[in-house]
């Protein structure tokens, strides 16, 4: 399973950014797919999740609620991360996530997963 994050960048407090990951190499449908990120000095944190096999609820880390919104396109198998009103504190490498069998108490837990896309950059500056 290969996992390829992409749209990070610069933008402005307040301004938007949309990042996608695109999954190769396994039955997208059925995986969990999440998104973490981690900030200089700081340990990587959950941020939004996405069940497979039909969990229809999100999951979202309380300090992103109401601003990110996760989605999935499982014919693209491709995995979606639209973020609106950025505050500097989102400044972090975003990491796309994939695995399996994840149970829903689970979902938020880094060790959950198997498969990790190379990070994508997301700088929120004036």
């Known amino acids: 399973v290969q996992l390829q994050a992409s749209g990070g960048g610069l933008v402005q407090p307040g301004g938007s950014l949309r990042l996608s990951c695109v999954a190769s190499?396994?039955?997208?449908?059925?995986?969990?797919l999440a998104w973490f990120r981690q900030a200089l000095g700081k340990e990587r944190e959950f941020v939004a999740a996405?069940?497979?096999?039909?969990?229809?609820?999100?999951h979202y880390a309380d300090s992103v609620k109401g601003r990110f919104t996760i989605s999935r396109d499982n014919a693209k198998s491709t995995v979606y991360l639209q973020m609106n009103s950025l505050k500097p504190d989102d400044t972090a490498v975003y990491y796309c996530a994939a695995g399996s069998g994840i149970i829903l108490s689970a979902v938020r837990l880094e060790r959950s997963y198997v498969y990790w896309g190379q990070g994508t950059l997301v700088t929120v500056s004036s």
């Open positions: 996405f069940r497979g096999l039909g969990g229809n609820t999100p």
């Open positions: 190499g396994c039955s997208f449908s059925r995986y969990t």
